[in-house]
């Protein structure tokens, strides 16, 4: 009669474990420290991000706080290596009133600035930003095509983005000056008639600094809006190609 070794399958198994718990441990830390992914649900920042998009956003652009963390454990306060973005960086952040929700806006208004909108134009300190009609935003849905104005806006610094206006005269579109205080910043969508943003103070306001959680990198994969990311057997009709591997800007 003889006995099988069973010694060699156990220590298979076994190394199967630590490779499976070294490679969650090695994207637990990927997806703290350096990069995590994120989906777009929503419209408000069209035509930079569409609905079905996913990209990277980097968690130490801006150094850590507790959002920083899986479920945001409250084991400290402030930011760690903290530093204050550039004007135009798009930015995952979570409001004081939500905490346990992203959202994702362009950085409009650094702290100690006065932001206002007359007429759809954003003014910084007084000074009207540049605004420049271009070509519409065009979506296609069910054969039936959809134009929507579009301007180039080019902030103080230099950077160049573009904007929606759905609405003549839409509802934030003329503002009361919005003080932003110290230790805060003024988000707004790009989507300008179809985002809640810092114009909105019942609901978002300016957003502390410990609020950020990153800063928009990388687009990595994109769907056609209505599409499920796991139908990959539809992929080569539902992915938008064209947007694979673009920068965030």
Request: hydrophobic fraction near 40%.
């Amino acid at each position: 009669m003889t006995v099988a070794d069973n010694s060699k399958d156990k220590g298979g198994i076994g190394e199967t474990v630590r490779v499976v718990i070294h490679a969650l441990l090695i994207a637990l830390v990927i997806r703290t420290f350096l990069f995590q992914p994120f989906n777009i649900p929503s419209g408000s920042m069209k035509d930079t991000l569409l609905v079905g998009d996913y990209l990277f956003v980097s968690k130490f652009a801006y150094g850590y706080s507790k959002f920083s963390l899986p479920f945001s454990p409250n084991l400290f306060q402030g930011r760690i290596m903290g530093s204050v973005p550039s004007r135009g960086d798009v930015v995952v952040f979570r409001l004081p009133r939500e905490p346990d929700v992203d959202y994702i806006k362009r950085v409009i208004g650094l702290p100690g600035e006065k932001i206002q909108v007359i007429g759809g134009v954003v003014h910084i300190n007084g000074v009207a930003v540049k605004r420049e009609r271009v070509d519409d935003f065009v979506e296609v849905e069910d054969g039936r095509e959809t134009r929507t104005r579009r301007y180039r806006e080019t902030l103080p610094n230099g950077v160049v983005h573009y904007t929606l206006d759905l609405y003549e005269n839409g509802f934030y579109d003329n503002t009361p000056v919005y003080e932003v205080p110290a230790g805060h910043l003024f988000m707004m969508g790009d989507n300008r008639d179809n985002s809640t943003d810092s114009r909105v103070l019942s609901q978002v306001g300016p957003i502390p600094l410990d609020n950020l959680v990153g800063r928009a990198e990388l687009l990595f994969f994109s769907i056609e809006e209505g599409e499920r990311a796991w139908a990959f057997w539809r992929w080569p009709w539902s992915i938008r190609w064209t947007r694979l591997a673009n920068l965030v800007r």
